[in-house]
């Protein structure tokens, strides 16, 4: 294609295609929206992904592609997919390089959490909008977190739960034809079951008290990746929890941890209802978990959140599109630069869910990389 003095060449895609993501939609929704790429004189490569074993697993795909070839990666999916793109641009020699390959993301999953984040949550079934990303947005940086776990090490863009929050999702794949109404009905069948989990937390805490997190976040809210970054609570009389939950000191530490476990470092076992971090401020369309995430603080937003009564949880339902997490008396929410979750007795059976996505259940460790990822923003 021409390319003219002054004037950006077209960008050049790799396109994805997950058949099996969110309703199964994605053959279609490409078939919608080629004829602007065409128009917009894209040069375009489609790719359909496979199932984890597969040799077309995005993972796998993308610690393949050639760098040079491409101006952008375009996964028509959910998070999943996005996860497993970054994560296969990590795992290369030249991680460091891949990682500035920026993902645009063409909502087509259950949960499309990075495309609420960059359209917002009305913006988000605007498809033309978000082709509109694609062709014209520019990229920006995003904050990636490790996550280890055994002897394996992911990364992770968007959030790791633990407790209801990944039973809601993970624990609802089977009825996935529902949309993203499956994390609703999984929230109520924990809520109603009651289900509390016993874990170890040990968090090193970069600040505690909510009113200072929103007036910093209100400070710098101007950076924010989010295309339309959602407004906090002006009122800075907010509750701040403290961090005195009980503290169990014969328990053994992790032997690594025990020589950073300065100031700022916390320990807690406590019985939870959800366990989540995050760095975005939008885990799906409804729910606006993070509403002090930035996605490039360099900090992870944790929200510790008690076994509540129905009541109250149902009342935490109604309030997640506005940040219900934050604004509660009984959620204790930190900016935290990297914690540990170990699971213990019973809880040690529940899911652990990363961007989404299963992963074994046993002790992890969470650490936040500043600006290590792209994604392409409007
Ligand atoms: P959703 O939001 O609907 O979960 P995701 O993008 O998160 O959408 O889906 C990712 C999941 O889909 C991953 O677990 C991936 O392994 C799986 N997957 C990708 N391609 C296929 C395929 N062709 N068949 C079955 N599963 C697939
Ligand atoms: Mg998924």
């Given at each position: 294609?021409?390319?003219?003095?002054?004037?950006?060449?077209h960008?050049r895609?790799?396109v994805?295609?997950?058949?099996?993501?969110?309703q199964?939609?994605?053959?279609?929704i490409?078939?919608?929206?080629?004829?602007?790429?065409?128009?917009?004189?894209?040069?375009?490569h489609?790719?359909h992904t496979?199932?984890?074993?597969?040799?077309?697993?995005a993972t796998?795909?993308?610690?393949?592609?050639?760098l040079?070839a491409?101006?952008?990666l375009v996964?028509?999916?959910g998070?999943g997919?996005i996860n497993e793109?970054?994560?296969?641009l990590a795992?290369?020699?030249d991680?460091l390089?891949?990682?500035?390959?920026?993902?645009?993301?063409l909502?087509g999953?259950?949960?499309?959490a990075?495309?609420?984040?960059?359209?917002?949550p009305?913006?988000?079934?605007?498809?033309?909008l978000?082709?509109?990303g694609?062709?014209?947005?520019?990229?920006?940086?995003l904050?990636?977190c490790?996550v280890?776990?055994?002897?394996?090490?992911?990364f992770?863009?968007?959030?790791?739960?633990?407790?209801?929050?990944?039973d809601l999702d993970?624990?609802?794949?089977?009825?996935?034809w529902?949309?993203?109404?499956r994390?609703?009905?999984?929230?109520?069948?924990?809520?109603?079951?009651?289900?509390?989990y016993s874990?170890e937390i040990?968090?090193?805490?970069?600040?505690s008290?909510?009113?200072?997190?929103?007036?910093a976040?209100?400070a710098?809210?101007?950076?924010?990746?989010v295309?339309?970054?959602?407004?906090?609570?002006?009122d800075?009389?907010?509750?701040?929890?403290?961090?005195?939950?009980p503290?169990?000191?014969?328990i053994?530490?992790?032997?690594e941890?025990?020589?950073?476990?300065?100031?700022?470092?916390?320990r807690?076992?406590?019985?939870?209802?959800?366990?989540?971090?995050g760095k975005?401020p939008?885990?799906s369309?409804?729910s606006?978990?993070?509403?002090l995430?930035?996605?490039?603080?360099g900090?992870?937003?944790?929200?510790v959140?008690?076994p509540?009564?129905?009541?109250?949880?149902?009342?935490?339902?109604?309030g997640?599109e506005?940040?219900?997490?934050?604004s509660?008396?009984?959620c204790?929410?930190y900016k935290?630069?990297?914690?540990?979750?170990?699971?213990?007795?019973s809880?040690a059976?529940g899911y652990?869910?990363?961007?989404?996505e299963?992963i074994?259940?046993e002790?992890f460790?969470v650490?936040?990389?500043?600006g290590?990822?792209?994604?392409?923003s409007l």
């Amino acid at each position: 294609l021409p390319s003219f003095a002054g004037i950006e060449p077209h960008r050049r895609l790799l396109v994805f295609i997950n058949p099996h993501g969110g309703q199964g939609k994605a053959q279609q929704i490409w078939e919608n929206v080629a004829p602007i790429f065409k128009a917009a004189r894209c040069p375009v490569h489609l790719q359909h992904t496979g199932p984890a074993e597969s040799p077309n697993n995005a993972t796998t795909l993308a610690s393949e592609i050639d760098l040079g070839a491409w101006d952008a990666l375009v996964p028509i999916s959910g998070d999943g997919i996005i996860n497993e793109l970054l994560n296969g641009l990590a795992s290369r020699p030249d991680a460091l390089k891949a990682l500035r390959m920026p993902i645009a993301p063409l909502p087509g999953g259950s949960g499309n959490a990075l495309s609420v984040n960059l359209l917002g949550p009305e913006g988000v079934d605007d498809l033309a909008l978000a082709v509109l990303g694609v062709i014209k947005g520019s990229p920006i940086p995003l904050d990636l977190c490790s996550v280890t776990h055994g002897d394996r090490r992911m990364f992770s863009f968007l959030s790791q739960a633990f407790g209801l929050a990944a039973d809601l999702d993970i624990g609802t794949e089977w009825i996935r034809w529902m949309g993203d109404t499956r994390f609703t009905l999984g929230y109520l069948w924990g809520v109603f079951t009651r289900k509390s989990y016993s874990v170890e937390i040990i968090l090193n805490v970069k600040e505690s008290s909510k009113s200072a997190m929103a007036s910093a976040y209100n400070a710098h809210q101007a950076s924010s990746p989010v295309y339309e970054p959602p407004a906090v609570p002006s009122d800075l009389s907010m509750p701040t929890p403290s961090l005195s939950m009980p503290l169990e000191d014969d328990i053994p530490l992790h032997t690594e941890l025990k020589a950073d476990l300065g100031p700022g470092w916390h320990r807690m076992r406590v019985p939870i209802q959800i366990l989540y971090g995050g760095k975005l401020p939008w885990v799906s369309r409804g729910s606006q978990q993070f509403p002090l995430a930035t996605g490039r603080d360099g900090l992870i937003d944790l929200v510790v959140v008690p076994p509540r009564g129905v009541q109250e949880s149902i009342k935490g339902l109604e309030g997640a599109e506005r940040g219900a997490f934050l604004s509660s008396p009984s959620c204790y929410y930190y900016k935290v630069a990297s914690y540990i979750c170990r699971p213990i007795g019973s809880a040690a059976k529940g899911y652990i869910s990363i961007d989404g996505e299963s992963i074994p259940n046993e002790e992890f460790h969470v650490e936040c990389h500043p600006g290590l990822a792209r994604v392409m923003s409007l």
